[in-house]
């Protein structure tokens, strides 16, 4: 294989780094469902590494999508241009009433994105089950909630593969197809089946059996090489999820995933260790340039402050230390329940100044509490009952964060100097009461905390010192373990701090963490500046610039593996 050529910004652009990789293609067709439908980590991974791998291969980049919009419920992230692939759009025909749209995905470098009507490959699905048992050994026998419509929309984007590829003579092309995530993996074996000198990846961004592990509470870490995936997949209920991902992994040309901790768990679980590790960069043009980022930091402040004034009766001034923690709702494996106990031990920890943590992660909201839209409007600083969360829960009484808080004693109240408030709702920039969205208010925040039991790469920690807010992760999160293999683990030298983590030492990462918000609270504002400085050169280390050398290499395994199949 040819030697990979390390990328650096400063010293190389990206058409000298091509030339020197020697990695040209006629098609590169990248699948996921998070194409055009924002709903969580994988779509900051495609929409933000889009912009560097257009500027590689033009229009010859092509991302599919499902079609889960409608007339009233429009995708804000595609605009249908009827010009682009029009000839072969025109002459495609497909099967299952299958139909596309095509257009530009709304994000740097507007790349082509298609997106594809499905609905008609239920119909079809046993018929296609049954071949994927024959050839693959896919077990979908045990098929339940989003198995089927992951299936149906993979199928069908397998087939607009297979139009494309056709379309373009495809026998003496170099085409990679490119498919992230278990659901995706049906699209993966119908190409691999139906277009052998396709070249195939399969990337897992976290499995689904070790994720399952980890939110049914049982030990990972201590017990991974004891572990069988099939086994645990049975226990678990999780064969067809497990067996389509494991088949998708053992068949891609070249197999990959986030991070060294991942690709350990996937040698153990899917018995196939990745032949490329390929972490998650990102792109810093969301944090707002120097002439803008005080006034930024200021204007979020100021409405986290009022917020929380309008809600607990209580006159915040600007000293006030703002820490939060966000992501999806997995309480054990993103950390939310270390997070809430290291605040409540800060209490006693003697911080340097008034805290006020939030718990920005979205459950059951039922919209925002009328009261405190009110107070805020007329700008009333008044106590309403329960000043500790800022929306309306369907369902309280399950509501894991919203229980935890109040079994915690917390209760805001005058005399308090830690506070905890819940904002339960997706920071869209219309949950109304911030109204902005979530990195608008992250760039106001002192400190964030993302302690993860099960983080295969981390972006949300990533995120926060690309603002210069330095943030406490774990030894269990890929961007955590990079941050060790990288920096000197310290506040000052990386702008993060990584709390080793490992099944049996719980209680030790929360008085560590409790210990890190501290230092944060009382460090005086020369050390603070240096923090958010150095944090700030850790995420620009993290862009698509450094970080696209690993997709390279893994486009080279997989024509080289692509032709060795294909010369037999």
């Known amino acids: 294989m040819k030697k990979i050529v390390n990328l650096h910004p400063k010293n190389r652009n990206l058409a000298e780094f091509m030339k020197l990789s020697n990695v040209g293609l006629d098609l590169l067709i990248e ?83 298609i997106l594809v009507k499905f609905d008609g490959v239920y119909a079809v699905k046993d018929e296609l089950y049954g071949e994927m048992w024959k050839r693959y050994g896919v077990d979908s026998l045990h098929a339940y909630g989003d198995y089927d419509e992951a299936c149906a929309f993979s199928h069908a984007a397998g087939i607009v593969i297979e139009s494309l590829y056709n379309f373009i003579g495809g026998d003496t092309k ?128 100021k409405k986290l402050l009022e917020a929380a004034s309008a809600l607990t009766g209580i006159y915040y001034s600007d000293e006030t230390f703002l820490v939060c923690t966000s992501g999806r709702c997995e309480y054990h494996n993103k950390g939310i329940d270390v997070f809430l106990d290291s605040i409540k031990r800060l209490e006693g920890y003697n911080p340097c100044r008034k805290v006020l943590a939030f718990v920005m992660v979205p459950s059951w909201c039922e919209g925002p509490r009328k009261e405190l839209r009110h107070n805020i409007k007329d700008g009333v600083v008044a106590r309403l009952n329960l000043p500790i969360v800022t ?61 993860s039991y099960y983080e295969p790469w981390g972006y949300t920690p990533l ?5 210069g807010v330095p943030t406490v992760t774990t030894s269990l999160s890929g961007f955590g373990q ?42 005086d504002e020369p050390t603070l500046k240096k923090i958010h400085s150095t944090a700030m050169v850790t995420a620009s280390k993290a862009e698509w610039a450094y970080f696209i050398k690993y997709y390279i290499e893994a486009f080279q395994v997989a024509l080289e593996n692509a032709g060795k199949r294909n010369d037999k």
């Open 463 to 467: 995120e926060s010192v690309a603002f």
């Open 31 to 113: 699948t996921s469902w998070e194409v055009c439908n924002k709903v969580g980590g994988i779509y900051t991974v495609l929409s933000t590494k889009a912009n560097t791998l257009k500027s590689m291969y033009k229009d010859k980049l092509i991302f599919i999508g499902p079609d889960v919009w409608t007339v009233d419920n429009e995708s804000p992230f595609f605009t249908e241009v009827p010009s682009l692939l029009k000839v072969w759009k025109n002459k495609a025909e497909f099967p299952y009433g299958i139909s596309v749209r095509v257009g530009r995905w709304n994000i740097p470098g507007r790349p082509i994105a």
């Open 174 to 301: 170099k085409v990679i197809a490119h498919f992230d995530e278990w659901t995706t993996g049906m699209g993966l074996l119908y190409t691999k089946w139906k277009m052998p000198s396709v070249a195939t990846i399969f990337t897992t961004h976290a499995t689904s059996i070790g994720r399952s592990i980890c939110f049914n509470n049982k030990p990972l870490y201590d017990y991974l090489k004891d572990y069988n995936g099939d086994q645990m997949a049975a226990e678990l209920n999780m064969q067809s999820k497990h067996s389509l991902e494991k088949a998708a992994a053992h068949n891609a040309d070249c197999f990959t995933t986030v991070s060294d901790v991942t690709a350990i768990e996937c040698e153990q679980l899917l018995e196939k260790r990745p032949d490329v590790v390929t972490p998650n960069g990102f792109e810093s043009d969301f944090v707002p340039v120097k002439s803008k980022f005080d006034k930024a930091r200021s204007y979020a402040r």
């Open 391 to 451: 929306h309306f829960i369907h369902n309280p009484q399950d509501d894991v964060v919203f229980n935890r808080i109040k079994s915690l004693g917390f209760y805001n109240g005058a005399d308090s100097h830690v506070m905890v408030i819940d904002v339960p709702c997706y920071l869209n920039g219309n949950d109304g009461i911030f109204n902005m969205g979530y990195y608008d208010l992250l760039i106001g925040f002192d400190a964030t905390v993302f302690p």
């Open 482 to 523: 990079w941050i060790i293999r990288n920096f000197t683990n310290d506040f000052e030298e990386c702008g993060a701090n990584v709390i080793g983590r490992n099944d049996g030492n719980y209680s030790e990462v929360v008085d560590q963490t409790a210990e890190a918000l501290r230092f944060l609270t009382c460090a």
